[in-house]
């Protein structure tokens, strides 16, 4: 096993010119792998275009950006990560902590956050617990926890219902097949538990408030095994039209590589981060062709004015397109605007400043609730419904979303830039005047 001293590979200076002062600012992930690696490279691309801007002013006094880079090594069960956050705190002396992934390890990486006292924004967990029943229920404890990205579970699930529903749609329009069969396939984690039970009953539930299909079963391998192809099989044995995935590890790749090599006669939706990545095609084998997953960023999709040119800088600097957990980037931006808006380091002031934050960043507009959840909904982050398509990553949602019109009268929420679903050419041919 790595020493701790391995895990906290590196300290970097990112642009520290001629300030004296500095603010020291942990970025946690898993960094050998991909989510990891994007946890670093928001971070670094936010620190270096704030320090060449002159850093941070607080009284009077200016403040450059240097990032720790602390490898948690999530994706592994164990205490590395709790071990490596504490070093970082109290050997490395961060200021802040931002990142995370892995729920299981971010519950118990946040009690050390606590127990210290220190600021912890999370760009990469989406469970529910990590702040419900922890910063309402015992606030002076939590306090110092908030989410940029994603999204909590809950909200991520309405997202992957709309989504879904999308798809069982296009199956009804194009191939006239009523009562869509579902099957799940979701990785075993924390933070897919409820989108799982979710999903198992929105599927089942009459429209027009459910979305009157069939769920036929749900299998739950791990999120690092190496073949999903049985699970493939038993799911095209069940009939199943879709299959709604619940990815965040490389898992991801292994069922995308497995469903196209195999032409699984099932259309894929739901969440899987590895498909947000670049190099999704390659790592698939160019297996991974029409799979759709939520997601934060798409080719040539502007959330906000700020979205196209930071993907711009990221493909120009990293050759990627950024996943969700390169949230970092605009959890840097955010920290940076609460600490000037506060005036100070003083860890309560930085705290009262990002409760009443109000910022338009790569993502969308985020907004804190109660639970120093970033709020969903439009107008605020809405994420995206992402397809491979023409060999890119494209948003075929929101194209014209009707939110709930009590809530939202007359409203119709579409992003420049988005396109058509598209059901899988060799899932058309199957079903196309098959006994359905």
């Not at 991520?156 to 097949?177: K, N, Q, T, W, Y």
């Amino acid at each position: 096993m790595r020493s701790l001293f391995a895990c906290l590979v590196l300290t970097v200076a990112v642009g520290i010119g001629t300030c004296g002062q500095v603010i020291r600012i942990g970025v946690v992930g898993p960094m050998a792998y991909i989510q990891g690696a994007h946890h670093w490279y928001g971070a670094t691309l936010a620190a270096e275009e704030i320090n060449a801007a002159g850093g941070i002013e607080v009284d009077g006094t200016k403040y450059t950006i240097e990032l720790v880079r602390i490898d948690s090594n999530e994706m592994q069960p164990g205490p590395e990560a709790v071990g490596a956050v504490e070093r970082a705190i109290t050997a490395l002396k961060v200021d802040f902590l931002i990142g995370g992934f892995r729920t299981e390890a971010m519950l118990a990486m946040t009690e050390v956050a606590a127990d210290y006292k220190k600021i912890f924004l999370i760009a990469g967990a989406a469970d529910d617990a990590l702040l419900k029943g922890r910063v309402d229920k015992n606030y002076d404890r939590y306090k110092y926890l908030f989410r940029v990205t994603p999204v909590r579970s809950t909200s991520l699930a309405r997202v992957s219902f709309i989504l879904l529903g999308e798809v069982m749609d296009a199956f009804r329009r194009e191939l006239g097949i009523a009562e869509p069969r579902v099957a799940i396939i979701a990785e075993q984690a924390a933070w897919a538990n409820q989108v799982v039970t979710l999903v198992e009953l929105m599927a089942n539930a009459p429209l027009p408030f459910g979305l009157g299909g069939k769920h036929v079963g749900t299998w739950r391998p791990s999120a690092l095994a190496t073949s999903v192809a049985a699970e493939l099989s038993a799911v095209e044995r069940a009939g199943a039209h879709i299959v709604f995935t619940v990815f965040s590890g490389p898992v991801g790749v292994v069922f995308g590589r497995d469903w196209g090599r195999l032409q699984i006669p099932v259309a894929t939706v739901g969440i899987n981060v590895e498909a947000q990545a670049q190099g999704w095609l390659t790592a698939t084998g160019g297996f991974g062709a029409y799979m759709a997953t939520v997601g934060i960023y798409a080719e040539g999709v502007a959330v906000t004015e700020k979205t196209l040119p930071f993907v711009d800088s990221f493909r120009t600097k990293f050759g990627e397109i950024p996943l969700y957990t390169a949230g970092t980037y605009d959890a840097i931006y955010i920290l940076a605007d609460a600490i000037r808006r506060a005036g100070s380091l003083q860890t309560d002031a930085v705290i009262q400043a990002l409760e009443v934050t109000d910022y338009v960043a790569t993502l969308g507009r985020v907004v804190f609730d109660e639970l120093h959840d970033p709020i969903w909904g439009p107008e605020h982050l809405t994420g995206l419904g992402v397809q491979w398509q023409e060999g890119a990553p494209r948003a075929f949602w929101p194209r014209e979303w009707q939110p709930d019109p009590a809530a939202h009268p007359g409203l119709v929420v579409g992003y420049p830039g988005t396109v058509p679903y598209q059901i899988p050419p060799w899932v058309v041919d199957h079903w196309r005047g098959a006994d359905k």
